[in-house]
């Protein structure tokens, strides 16, 4: 919990003082109530605070978690094709928003959407070893052999090797459902991983980054916040 006047001086142009002022003045609101004391305590991550009858955007940097739908790119910006950025509700837009890291134009899932790029290379440099966690379905059976392919390191078609990564079955089928979980992230690796031991991805979702989970209630193309207390879980591990 912080102070009122202190939020509203960093998430805005006043200084401390005209905060104060501005609150004597009774132009501020936290969640429709009008201020009455500059040390009333605010919750950033549910309370609406209002200057002017305008919401003040209270978490300094934005974290989002969209459940990108197949057919759109994880880029920012691009000419011709839609992208995760075109898909997100007005009330999330603002200038800086990139895509943490990047998940073919065909994979669907979870992608981190930030305009914190300190953070955004914390979970993405190769030296943290974040796992990314997906779901994939395959061409054909999935075996032991391959399990211990992946936990040893693929060598994938063009002689690069892989770091150990963990393959489980989760639905047996014809083209079986297998969770994979990485710690790098490699150009197509998931499907050139499975081409390297003759399979074929015939589907591929990001379901977690590090310790998060994408949250189940998105459906295709819904974006949600991650909260502070999501954030601070995520860093702990890494
Ligand atoms: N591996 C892939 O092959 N594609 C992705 O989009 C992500 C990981």
Same mark, same amino acid.
């Not at 005209?18 to 009455?36: F, M, P």
């Given at each position: 919990?912080?102070? /009122? ?11 401390? !003082? ?16 009008? /201020? ?14 209002? $200057? ?12 989002? @978690? ?30 800086? $928003? ?17 305009? %914190?790029?300190?953070?955004? &290379? ?6 943290? &070893? ?17 399990? !211990? ?41 998931? !499907?050139? @991983? ?33 909260? %502070?207390?999501?954030?601070?879980? $995520?860093?702990?591990?890494?």
């Amino acid at each position: 919990m912080e102070r /009122v006047d202190k939020i509203l001086a960093s998430r805005t142009k006043f200084s401390r !003082k005209d905060a104060k002022k501005l609150i004597g003045q009774g132009r501020v609101r936290l969640n429709e109530k009008l /201020v009455s004391s500059p040390d009333e305590k605010i919750d950033l991550e549910t309370d609406v605070l209002k $200057l002017d009858g305008k919401a003040l955007l209270l978490q300094k940097q934005l974290y989002l @978690m969209m459940n990108k739908p197949a057919g759109v790119l994880s880029a920012a910006r691009d000419p011709k094709q839609p992208t995760v950025l075109d898909l997100l509700p007005e009330q999330y837009r603002r200038s800086g $928003l990139f895509p943490a890291g990047r998940l073919d134009k065909d994979t669907e899932g979870f992608v981190l959407i930030t305009d %914190d790029g300190e953070f955004a &290379h914390r979970i993405l440099s190769p030296k943290r &070893h974040v796992p990314k966690t997906y779901y994939a379905r395959i061409n054909g059976p999935m075996t032991e052999q391959m399990i !211990k392919a992946f936990a040893d390191g693929v060598v994938l078609e063009d002689g690069s090797l892989c770091k150990p990564a963990q393959l489980s079955l989760l639905e047996d089928a014809a083209e079986p459902l297998c969770q994979v979980i990485l710690t790098q992230g490699m150009y197509h690796q998931v !499907k050139r @991983m499975f081409v390297a031991c003759d399979r074929r991805v015939v589907w591929l979702k990001r379901t977690a980054i590090g310790t998060l989970p994408l949250d189940p209630a998105l459906k295709p193309g819904e974006v949600r916040k991650i909260s %502070d207390k999501e954030i601070r879980m $995520l860093l702990d591990k890494i």
